[in-house]
């Protein structure tokens, strides 16, 4: 009788699990697009996701999380690190200081005219290094085994 309990809670938790990542994953891309022009970008937004990653490691077990997550976050790391130090030199290139921002508006398809800004690559590159470090850290201490 307490196996189908503790198998009804697994299941509700997995579900409830779901629902509530979707929409911190939902509201983190918010907060990443929102960044250059109010409160956001790509810390706060990197966190947010972490946050429902880690979520879904606590709900479900390691491996099948290991499985549907395939990254490799120490790698995260290094792709975002470049990502946001390439932004920035690409201003000196053009000789501007270091992480000038430009910005122009483009007619895309269906977003008609949209704002594109250098902000946002940069903004992506910390999203993925805190992502990456986040998970790292916390991963890393979630599988010693002392």
Do not use: C, W
């Not at 099948?64 to 976050?73: D, G, I, Q, V």
């Not at 200081?97 to 704002?115: A, C, D, M």
């Amino acid at each position: 009788m307490k196996n189908n309990s503790f198998k009804s809670n697994e299941v509700m938790l997995h579900t409830v699990t779901r629902i509530v990542t979707f929409i911190i994953l939902s509201f983190s891309v918010y907060l990443f697009f929102a960044g250059h022009n109010d409160p956001g970008g790509g810390f706060i937004g990197g966190l947010m996701t972490a946050s429902a990653f880690l979520l879904m490691y606590l709900a479900f077990d390691m491996d099948s999380m290991k499985k549907a997550l395939p990254f490799n976050f120490t790698a995260l790391i290094a792709i975002g690190l470049l990502l946001a130090i390439f932004t920035g030199v690409s201003s000196m290139l053009a000789g501007d200081p270091f992480l000038t921002q430009y910005f122009r508006y483009f007619q895309l398809p269906i977003l008609g005219e949209t704002e594109l800004t250098t902000a946002l690559p940069f903004d992506l590159g910390i999203y993925l290094v805190v992502i990456g470090i986040a998970l790292t850290i916390i991963l890393t201490i979630a599988e010693d085994d002392a």
